[in-house]
T-cell receptor, first 111, second 114 residues
């Protein structure tokens, strides 16, 4: 079992719709959770970070964390073609420095 | 600087040659991380530094790979005697601390071993 699991996709949503990206993790000691967006050939760009159970909203993005169920999700409202990218979920233990990444979900927003 | 700067952007080496990659973290960030991305989306942690000191090297291959962060110099990742399987994009990231803080990535160095 991988430490961080994501559906590789592609997840295809029409422009204007809500895209829902999910991530599960196996290490119950994980305390910090991040969503990165990576365009093809580019570096990961931080989209959201979340540390407590519940929802965290930032513009069109909402991150949701449920530590009991060990999942993190990212909702993108009013999806735009420019949102088409690979979304990487990453988790971190409090005493560790490294991020552990999932393999990413490729999102395609269609016109 | 206000972004993580990695050089070079591209590096081509013949098998057996040495490769050296550089990373300047964001000014004020104490932690530097190196990751290897192969097959597009597989990120592998290599090593992290707290200032000049190795913080976590659990991901570093025992042979051929070494890294340093010296005062007043860019951090470096060196691969001796490169192999075809070392072909990947190597990302450097930095963060101010390790507790509840985000890591910011450089643009990466694409290493191609031929």
């Amino acid at each position: 079992q991988k430490e961080v699991e994501q559906n590789s996709g592609p997840l295809s949503v029409p422009e204007g719709a809500i895209a829902s990206l999910n991530c599960t993790y196996s290490d119950r000691g994980s305390q910090s959770f991040f969503w990165y967006r990576q365009y093809s050939g580019k570096s990961p760009e931080l989209i959201m970070s979340i540390y407590s159970n519940g929802d965290k909203e930032d513009g069109r993005f909402t991150a949701q964390l449920n530590k009991a169920s060990q999942y993190v999700s990212l909702l993108i409202r009013d999806s735009q073609p420019s949102d088409s990218a690979t979304y990487l979920c990453a988790v971190k233990r409090p005493t560790a420095s490294k991020l552990t990444f999932g393999t990413g979900t490729r999102l395609q927003v269609t016109l | 600087g206000e972004e993580v700067a990695q050089t070079p952007k591209h590096l081509v080496r013949g098998e057996g040659q040495k490769a050296k990659l550089y990373c300047a973290p964001i000014k004020g960030h104490s932690y530097v991380f190196w990751y290897q991305q192969v097959l597009k989306n597989e990120f592998k942690f290599l090593i992290s530094f707290q200032n000049e000191n190795v913080f976590d090297e659990t991901g570093m291959p025992k042979e051929r790979f070494s890294a340093k962060c010296l005062p007043n110099s860019p951090c470096s990742l060196e691969i001796q005697a490169t192999k075809l399987e070392d072909s990947a994009v190597y990302f450097c990231a930095s963060s101010p601390t390790t507790e509840h803080t985000e890591a910011f990535f450089g643009q990466g160095t694409r290493l191609t071993v031929v």
